[in-house]
């Protein structure tokens, strides 16, 4: 069994600042983390944060410290409350590559989770230990051979009856900390040391080995990549990312190949078209051309289906590449419950069929309707400060329509709120996104240019705009209280305590009865929707009442913010 801790790069930085800032103190903090239980590994996920003051502890110098016992109550209260499990963080003073935990850590620990596994049923404990320059951590496991789902006794704060744990903890050593994107993987001490047994480097790399170095080949090589959509964008990123050297994928697309496919569908042939062959299995085959000795995990479902879900969850990085808002919502979700890094890329291509083809851009124009746009984009979000939904990237109402059953999708359709019309699509196009976001992957591992994480393309103006969110130029903004990934009432970092909605079953409860739902006509719509996205859907509801509540779930706050909670209660401990 492997463990890891993953971490938004601005919890990261917190961290940082707290436990390092003052050296003359030993300092310490405690994160509370949800769980991401695998196959042969568990994922501690940090959900929040507590930064803990001076008068938190009865001693505190440079080489001891020790909470008040009101304290250590508060803090056991609030993990238990919510099902979260405590990792404890302190510094030690000095430098160096290397670091331990001391004979005082290992008493002191022991006893602590001793106590948690007796009085929380088997809860695990988790500790990190940094210097300047090194890390060591280790969770504490009363069930090391994970025949007990760590963490998922509770569901909306409520516990699950379990067997009792009488055996003592056992302590673990946590193979990496994982922050934010792809570039940190921090190991700790005992994986530092050992670099013998480091994957070796194919010489096919070898030209982008001599750009790179080896440590990013074999960084690529063991990264864990779902894709979510492998038409003619999804294709092309897979095409990209083989060649970079990426060995391990998880592809899900529900559709098979056809003839309309193969202007831009990467490794696609007549015969896949006449046999519908499925778009996933091509992707497969891209990939095995590239790494003959890739583990690919190739699922001809949606991501709605809990089998994908469970797939995904286990992946390093998503990437979604479809052309709809309900498979980017679901995907959006996934990554940020699971603090999962993830990829958008999409693109559009907008004509006007009544335009006058004299006035078409280029040649003669003759027997050409105009095209309006052609654009495309990528987005990234930074884990902790926004994603797809709150940038506006993602729109709920949309993804609604997009899940409403057949029956109900012939009346709006009949009605007038969506149209089934094919979008337009161009190879050369899909190739150009995909290169760029291709590009900005391999970055989030290289860290070879400053990272752009938004960014459109125009291709009638040849222009590459990036966009930042929250930011002054080209300004998109976030939403402070999103019910996805606010750290109040979004569900950050939850992982397996949370589990996943069914939107299809939502969006088709929601939808109202025929009898409600009138022509469309011109007028305000009832709800405030985000901004769409330049990549838009191709089939775009005209404008007037909106026949679908958004497909978001807002619900009270699991944890809050506990720094604040110190400062309110002014470290008045007692609940």
Known sequence: MNYTLSLTRHTAETLHGHLLGDRSREQMAVTLCGVNRLHRELRLLVRDVILLPADAFRPQSAAHLELKPEVQAFIHARAHRHGLIEVDWHSHPGAGPTIAFSGTDDRFEAAQAAYLAQRMDGVP?????????????????????????????????????????????????????????????????????????????????DRQVRAFGPDVQRRLSTLRVGVIGAGGLGSALVAHLARLGVARWVLVDPDVVELTNLNRLVGASVADAQRARPKVYVARSTIRQAVPKATVRALKTDVFDPCAQRALKACDLLIVATDNHSSRMAANRLAVQYLIPLVHAGFNVSVDPTGDPASARGGSGVGVRRVTDVSGEFAIPDLGRWCLQCAGIVDPQAAGWELASPAQRAILRQRGYVADTPAPAVGHLDGVVAALAAAEIHN?????????????????????????????????????????????????????????????????????????????????????????????????????????????????ARVRRLQEALVETELDWRE
């Open 125 to 205: 404990y988790g500790s990190v230990v940094v210097n300047d320059d090194a890390l060591d951590a280790r969770l504490w496991l009363s069930d090391p051979a994970g025949t007990r789902p760590a963490g998922a006794k509770h569901r909306n704060g409520k516990a699950e009856p379990g067997p009792t744990h009488t055996a003592p903890p056992v302590a673990q050593p946590l193979q990496a900390i994982l922050i934010g994107d792809l570039a940190r993987r921090i190991p700790v001490t005992a994986q530092r040391l050992n670099r013998a047994h480091a994957p070796f480097v194919s010489p096919v790399f």
């Open 444 to 556: 989030l591992v290289a860290a070879f240019k400053p990272q752009h994480r938004y960014l459109t393309y125009d291709a009638l103006k040849a222009e590459l705009v990036p966009l930042s969110v929250g930011g002054s130029a080209h300004k998109v903004a976030a939403q402070a209280a999103c019910p996805v990934c606010s750290p109040d009432d979004g569900v950050l970092g939850l992982g397996d305590l949370e589990p996943l909605p069914d939107y299809r079953r939502a969006a088709q409860a929601q939808l109202p009865a025929p009898a409600q739902l009138p022509p469309r006509a011109t007028g305000p719509a009832p709800i405030d929707l985000p901004a769409p996205s330049p990549a838009g859907p191709a089939a775009t509801p005209p404008a007037g009442p909106a026949p679908a509540p958004e497909l978001v779930e807002v619900r009270p």
